[in-house]
């Protein structure tokens, strides 16, 4: 009896295990498809409609609409100013971040809420305030209304989270005995930030930088007030997909948006190959 009762004992307690196994993978096969059709009704099958649309009349007119002279004007002040805007945010958001969490000072609360500003705040509503601050009849005397350099600092005021975000939990983490240990060993402060620090920042400082690129090549709401959008001077590419829209041009608006959602797919895919080589550094 107790040999039958030991050979008959694991079928007994492997049977809840495989049913529980199975209703597991029925579970997750379930939340699956869900994702995946959800997430094919609010994206792929948009974007894709939109690629169908751009080469609907062949590859030769959709070459035609991204290279005339107004669409190529307007994409090149796009890549042009989301470039910049890249470059100056990693110098002044790795600033910005280092201040917040290295320096002690009275409002940093304060300071550190209004990062996250441009977060919360309609663009079409901050570029109103930079129309105001910056405009004809600016207060401090600054017109940047209608300019190249007005659509650069709309631009700058939308991705001013970025880098900061990325950056500041990184510094918030760094083991700071690496540092002391260096200055005890007589290293300067300008050496044990190029050795020490900005090493471990450079995954973050880079992601900061491409996704601050990347809301700067779509971003509308703040740059069509104060840019004016004026035709091979200051419309963007965005603003110029409005107007070939309300001009019923809809597959030379569905070509700009083409190249835009291809730069885009490509500064994604340099940050997910970021975030791998991060974690491969540890």
């Not at 035609?64 to 805007?85: C, H, I, M, P, Y």
Request: no cysteine; hydrophobic share 55%; proline share 5%.
């Amino acid at each position: 009896m107790s040999d039958l009762s030991l050979t008959e004992a694991p079928p007994e307690t492997a049977g809840p295990q495989a049913s529980g196994l199975r209703h597991g993978r029925v579970g997750m096969g379930l939340g699956l498809g869900l994702a995946t059709a959800y997430l094919s009704l609010l994206v792929l099958i948009p974007l894709g409609a939109v690629v169908w649309r751009a080469r609907s009349d062949g590859w030769g007119e959709f070459w035609e609409d991204v290279t005339n002279r107004e669409s190529w004007a307007a994409l090149k002040l796009t890549l042009v100013a989301g470039l910049l805007v890249a470059v100056i945010n990693v110098v002044m958001g790795t600033l910005i971040a280092w201040v917040l969490v290295r320096d002690k000072f009275f409002g940093k609360r304060l300071v550190d809420a209004v990062i996250d500003l441009p977060f919360a705040l309609p663009t079409i509503v901050a570029g109103l305030v930079l129309l105001a601050l910056y405009g004809p009849e600016s207060p401090i005397g600054i017109d940047l209304a209608y300019k190249q350099s007005g659509v650069l600092v709309a631009l700058l005021f939308v991705t001013l989270p970025f880098v900061v975000r990325t950056v500041q939990p990184v510094l918030e983490e760094l083991d700071q005995e690496m540092e002391q240990a260096a200055a005890s060993l007589g290293a300067s402060n300008f050496t044990i930030f190029r050795r020490i620090i900005l090493p471990n920042l450079y995954p973050a400082i880079a992601a900061g930088a491409a996704l601050s690129f990347a809301r700067a090549i779509s971003e509308f709401g703040s740059t069509v007030l104060i840019s004016g959008n004026l035709p091979f001077k200051t419309e963007v590419a965005a603003v110029s997909i409005y107007g070939q829209i309300q001009s019923d041009n809809t597959n030379a608006a569905a070509a700009v948006s083409t190249v835009l959602l291809v730069v885009a797919l490509v500064v994604l895919a340099l940050i997910d190959l970021l975030q791998r080589w991060a974690v491969r550094r540890g």
